[in-house]
């Protein structure tokens, strides 16, 4: 489709400096059809304080997972994922703006699997 769903994954691990602004910056994309699965492997920070303290967005779900390492993360938020596209992010990046909606055009445009 010309709007498929993206779904972004960021494995959590003692971030509380970063995440924050890296969780705007995924919901201030320009594109909007998306899905932000932080898989929160912690167990020492509350992520839902963090994601609460932000207006409520549906597309953002939370997963407690045993810490078995970032792709063992990857992987659990893999097995949650609905997009057509799946991005990774690391959880102390922040997204320009528009990142998404350049990656799904050109993927759409590139014919990319």
């Avoid at 779904?7 to 971030?15: D, E, G």
Wanted: net charge negative; with cysteine.
């Amino acid at each position: 489709s010309d709007n498929p769903l993206v779904s972004i994954i960021i494995p959590i691990y003692n971030a509380e400096s970063y995440l924050v602004r890296c969780i705007k910056s995924i919901l201030q994309q320009t594109y909007k059809n998306i899905e932000l699965i932080l898989i929160d492997e912690a167990q020492v920070i509350r992520v839902p304080d963090y994601v609460m303290s932000m207006p409520v967005d549906a597309r953002i779900q939370v997963a407690h997972e045993e810490n078995g390492g970032v792709s063992h993360a990857r992987n659990a938020g893999l097995d949650r994922s609905n997009g057509e596209f799946i991005m990774f992010v690391d959880n102390d990046d922040a997204l320009p703006c528009n990142a998404v909606e350049l990656y799904v055009s050109k993927a759409i445009e590139e014919k990319v699997d």
